[in-house]
């Protein structure tokens, strides 16, 4: 809780999280990790390897993805995800020296879990990236 209207954030507005998030890395923060049910966003302030960072948000997404369909990451089917396609949808943008990377996440429709999901794509974007 930093003082934000929560409904921006619960409605999943991505202008408006991205505002807020440029006011909270008015600081010392150098990275933000959101993510939200159906997308992961990224911002970044100073000297990054931006096609690395594309890359660990997809395979941070698809791990989650693929723990919430079996239940656990499986370490096959996670050397699988290794090979990330080059052509993975995302949308980029700068704002106040911020850059942001929007990256789209799949909702499974009957998830055999959910706990610690959150974790799962946070920690890998950030380790990998």
Partial sequence: ???????????????R??????????????????HALGFYLLALKGDYDLESQKK?????????????M???INLERFKYMLNISEKYDYKEWEKEGV???LFPTKVVPS?????GL??????????LG
């Fill in 1 to 15: 809780d930093m003082g934000y209207d929560e409904k921006d954030i619960l409605n999943l507005d991505v202008e």
């Fill in 70 to 72: 079996d239940g656990e």
């Fill in 99 to 101: 850059h942001f990377i």
């Fill in 17 to 34: 999280i991205s505002q807020i998030i440029s006011e909270v890395m008015r600081g010392n923060l150098s990275r933000v990790h959101f």
């Fill in 118 to 127: 959150g974790d799962t794509i946070s920690s890998l974007g950030f380790v």
């Fill in 111 to 115: 998830p055999k879990i959910t706990v």
């Fill in 56 to 68: 660990a948000l997809a395979f941070a997404a698809l791990a989650a993805a693929q723990r919430a």
